[in-house]
Nanobody, 124 residues
Framework: QVHLVESGGGSVQAGGSLRLTCAAS????????VAWFRQASGKEREGVAV????????DVAGSVLGRFTISRDNTRNTVYLEMDSLKPEDTATYYC?????????????????WGQGTQVTVSS
């Protein structure tokens, strides 16, 4: 059974930092891409960053480029999202996703497995 467990969310002031963690189990981690999505209240879920399978690199959305960094530890089946220079508009529930099927990585419909999410709140 696949499990994705997010942690590390919280409340910070603008300009602060947080590090999110996604612990994965139940599938061959190294063979799968893993991504972070976020969903703000009243908005659609959007792709934030992806760590491609194996060591094929990463990609981030333009809205967080230069502020967020995604990384993966294939020995610990874990993906991290380092978030710096946080802004109030980064406030959202952040989700971890795995098993990207095809198409654009930022398309939430292309991902099979999801975690329960962790809340990030940035105050001005």
């Amino acid at each position: 059974q696949v499990h994705l467990v997010e942690s590390g969310g919280g409340s910070v002031q603008a300009g602060g930092s947080l590090r999110l963690t996604c612990a994965a189990s139940g599938f061959t981690f190294i063979d799968n891409s893993v991504a972070w999505f976020r969903q703000a209240s009243g908005k659609e879920r959007e792709g934030v960053a992806v760590a491609y399978a194996g060591t094929r690199g990463m990609d981030v959305a333009g809205s967080v480029l230069g502020r967020f960094t995604i990384s993966r530890d294939n020995t610990r089946n874990t993906v991290y999202l380092e978030m710096d220079s946080l802004k109030p508009e980064d406030t959202a529930t952040y989700y971890c996703a795995a098993n990207w099927r095809s198409g654009r990585w930022s398309d939430q419909s292309q991902w099979t497995y999801w975690g329960q999410g962790t809340q990030v709140t940035v105050s001005s």
